[in-house]
């Protein structure tokens, strides 16, 4: 949903071999700071359009009028949970975004802010899988390689796994709703809140460290609340 759109017909949407993903201190800056900002995410994942043919369903809020103008009302629903004029934009029986024609997106100058601001590196960064219906993304989520070259950069990757296997492990710990059950937005939740676990060597095999599991849970919740309140 990126920088490019467009794949030679017939072509794999994702190919072999690896992708440089950036320095890992510097791709997470950027991420933790364009979260709640409009800006666009540059994202180098070359010719894949993945993410436009993996079931995903798209949020277009009710500001995004160029690109409402551009999308048939019929392919659009009320967004669940959210205040009326948020939508959501579905996929066909393949997977495939109904705005996704001729293998490009034929909106793509007005394309959604979601589209704009999606980065499949959540997932090596947080070592978190994308699931079972999204294969293409799961594909070009393993091409992505990290720079992790100083000790900083390995204690972030550390914890950015780290945080996020405590979300997926402890959602009981936490008050109902706060760990989502998708994989994009466990990931986003990760990647807010990982510096508690630059403290934390959360180790489950370890009777003192388990007797920690609320307290942990109580830090994850202060920096998730701090961080909304720096947007
Ligand atoms: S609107 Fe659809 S086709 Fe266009 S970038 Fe988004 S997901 Fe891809």
């Not at 995410?41 to 993410?51: L, N, Y």
């Not at 601001?117 to 899988?129: H, M, N, V």
């Not at 807010?192 to 942990?216: C, S």
């Amino acid at each position: 949903m990126k920088n490019k759109t467009e794949q030679a017909p017939g072509e794999d949407p994702v190919q072999a071999q690896d992708l440089p993903a950036g320095k890992l201190s510097s791709w997470l800056r950027l991420t933790r700071r364009a979260q709640g900002a409009t800006d666009e995410i540059s994202v180098p994942c070359g010719a894949c359009t993945a993410c436009c043919q993996s079931s995903y369903f798209i949020h277009i809020r009710p500001d995004e009028t160029q690109t409402l103008d551009r999308i048939p009302e019929a392919l659009l629903f009320a967004a669940p949970g959210l205040p009326k004029g948020h939508v959501l934009l579905g996929y066909d029986e393949y997977g495939r975004c109904p705005m996704f024609v001729a293998n490009k997106c034929s909106i793509y100058e007005h394309r959604p802010r979601t589209c704009r601001q999606y980065d499949c590196r959540i997932f090596p960064a947080t070592g978190l899988s994308v699931g079972e219906d999204k294969a293409l993304i799961a594909r070009q989520a393993q091409r992505w390689k990290f720079d992790v070259d100083t000790p900083r950069e390995r204690r972030q990757l550390t914890a950015l796994q780290a945080a996020a296997k405590f979300l997926r492990e402890h959602a009981a710990c936490f008050p109902a709703g706060f760990v989502p059950t998708n994989a994009t937005q466990q990931a986003m939740l990760a990647i807010k809140v990982y510096e508690v676990f630059l403290e934390y060597a959360y180790d489950p095999e370890k009777a003192e460290h388990r007797e920690q599991e609320h307290e942990i849970a109580a830090a994850v919740i202060a920096a998730y609340e701090k961080f909304e309140a720096g947007q």
